[in-house]
Structure formats: structure tokens, C-alpha cells
């Protein structure tokens, strides 16, 4: 289960303990201005220490650029989503995407 959004709105930190959490997907909001906004910088490096310690993931959302992705990178956000990886697509794109490489290899493996 992931708490989407983590860091805005209802995602409040007692949902980590109530709730069977095993993702944390960090909001566009604070990835969006990573490499301008030191405040935030510091929000989204604490999130992912947080959810480390807490044996949760993390996903980065709305990565853009390649800064971006450094960044979440450097600070141990290993899974990231957004345009700089590919647009929002059509299921059957999906679909052909994930049986071309580098993904066909995972048939057979639990993979697509």
C-alpha cells in the first residue's frame, strides 16, 4: 500500500502507524522546485530518511529533469514517475512497451 502525495493534504504522519504502509510517494509539489528550494531540498532528503528508517520506500513523483532525478537519487529515493521517464500513455502502449526492451526479458520472471 502507498500513501500518495506524502507531505500535503491528509497524509499525516500517524497514518504510518495506523495504516499497513509500504510505500511513501512523495508529492509533486516538493520535487518540483528540488533543486531551487533549499526548504523543500531539506523536506524531501527527511521524508526519504524517514522512510527509510521506517523500512518503507519511496517514489519521487512529477521528475521532470534530470536534476530532479539526481537529487532524489543522492538523497536514496531509488523509484521515481514522471515525464522525464515517459508520458501518460494508453494501456495498449503499455502494453507494447513492456514487451519490447529493456522489459521483455522480465517474462517468466514475475515481470510483465
Known amino acids: 500500500m502507498a500513501i500518495d502525495d506524502f ?7 500517524a497514518y504510518l502507524k495506523q ?9 509533486q509539489s516538493f520535487v ?10 531539506t523536506i524531501v532528503s527527511t ?10 520506500g519511496t517514489v519521487g513523483e512529477g521528475v521532470e529533469t534530470l536534476e530532479q ?23 495498449d502502449e503499455i502494453t507494447r512497451l513492456l514487451a519490447a526492451p529493456p522489459f521483455f526479458w522480465m517474462r517468466g520472471r ?3
Open 69 to 91: 532525478m539526481q537529487l532524489l537519487a543522492s538523497y536514496g529515493c531509488s523509484r521515481m514517475q514522471g515525464f522525464l521517464f515517459g508520458e501518460a500513455s494508453e494501456p
Open 32 to 41: 518540483r522546485v528540488l533543486a531551487t528550494d533549499p526548504a523543500d531540498a
Open 47 to 56: 521524508i526519504v530518511q524517514m522512510a527509510h528508517a521506517l523500512n518503507l
Open 7 to 13: 507531505g500535503t493534504g491528509y497524509s499525516a504522519l
Open 110 to 112: 514475475g515481470g510483465a
Open 19 to 27: 495504516l499497513p504502509v509500504d510505500v511513501l510517494k512523495i508529492d
